[in-house]
């Protein structure tokens, strides 16, 4: 599986930016985010189908994620966002295992950097 994230950017405290993530696949899909000197998290995930979808509380409320099977492509909707966003964002594919724990994905995209200022 290839994936292929963008849509991050630079953007002030309070406003939204729409993430996306190409697969060459249908697959469960997580969005993962890793701050300068922390661990890589958990954000959301979404099921192939898109019938299911999962939020870390961080993003509770605040994110969306959805996915258009047409387009092979999945999406994280960051609303009302905090300078504690701020992070490089990756998605990744097909989970073996829990799909909050990044070790359990064996494909991963390029990550896009997203920049929360306040």
């Known amino acids: 599986v290839q994936l292929q994230a963008s849509g991050g950017g630079l953007v002030q405290a309070g406003g939204s930016l729409k993430l996306s993530c190409a697969a060459s696949?249908?697959?469960?899909i997580g969005w993962f985010r890793q701050a300068p000197g922390k661990e890589r998290e958990f954000v959301a995930a979404?099921?192939?189908?898109?019938?299911?979808?999962y939020y870390a509380d961080s993003g509770k409320g605040r994110f969306t994620i959805s996915r258009d099977n047409a387009k092979n492509t999945v999406y994280l909707q960051m609303n009302s966002l905090k300078p504690e966003d701020t992070a490089v964002y990756y998605c990744?594919?097909?989970?073996?295992?829990?799909?909050?724990?990044?070790?359990?994905?064996?494909?991963w995209g390029q990550g896009t950097e997203v920049t929360v200022s306040s």
């Open positions: 990744a594919a097909d989970p073996r295992g829990s799909y909050q724990d990044p070790l359990k994905y064996a494909y």
């Open positions: 696949g249908r697959t469960f």
């Open positions: 979404i099921s192939w189908t898109g019938g299911d979808a």
